[in-house]
């Protein structure tokens, strides 16, 4: 199918995610994404006692802040960025440092960040837009800094998923495993990869560290 421009994409995300954002903070995070967090971790402080480089993060997509709070409580200092009102009126509640912003046009001080985190964010974006989000990301890392990409995939796809259990339908873009790294190392070097089964449940999940060229 054709995919939908991202004024589109955007309007459904934003109203489907402030439908779920209540429910979502509900959940408990999943062992398997504490684990990325503490990778994510460990190369954030092995950046820091190597170059001396602090540790604020960009949390690019960040729900109801359950991940900028494990952050935080790793002594991270988190800036979260979301396009739901309600999922950022949350991590606000946390008192997180949250705002309403998407990441087609990240508005933000170039060169501002240690390490960017995402997780299952960028697969909403449209395939022909990824290489201009990955500039943006690009520019608010610091020259040392890098970025963490986790996303589900292992396949080709893009458009709305129509199994989907959310009110409007979400858009997603999957990847085979060597296209993501294709497209990643169009803006940034890969330093990390990795796929993480998820069971009998098709896509698997992808793991990326990269770092700016």
């Not at 589900?152 to 296209?179: L, T, V």
């Amino acid at each position: 199918m054709d995919s939908p421009n991202d004024s589109q994409v955007k309007q459904v995300l934003k109203a489907s995610y402030d439908q779920q954002a209540r429910l979502r903070n509900g959940e408990t995070m999943q062992s398997w994404k504490i684990d990325e967090l503490n990778l994510f971790l460990a190369r954030l402080n092995r950046s820091s006692q190597e170059n001396g480089s602090g540790k604020r993060v960009l949390d690019l997509g960040s729900g109801p802040g359950h991940q900028a709070d494990y952050l935080r409580a790793q002594g991270c200092d988190v800036v979260c960025i979301d396009l739901s009102d309600e999922m950022v009126a949350i991590c606000r509640e946390k008192g997180l440092e949250a705002f309403v912003m998407d990441f087609f046009a990240l508005d933000l001080q170039p060169a501002s960040f240690d390490a960017v985190w995402s997780m299952n964010t960028l697969l909403h974006v449209p395939k022909s837009n990824l290489k201009q989000v990955l500039k943006n990301i690009k520019r608010v890392l610091k020259p040392d800094g890098f970025f963490y990409l986790g996303l589900y995939g292992g396949y080709e796809s893009e458009g709305i998923w129509e199994n989907d259990s959310y009110r409007p339908q979400r858009f997603f873009a999957f990847y085979e495993d060597e296209h993501i790294q294709q497209r990643v190392c169009s803006v940034f070097d890969i330093e990390h990869f990795n796929v993480i089964p998820m069971g009998d449940m098709q896509p698997h999940f992808q793991s990326i560290i990269a770092r700016s060229k």
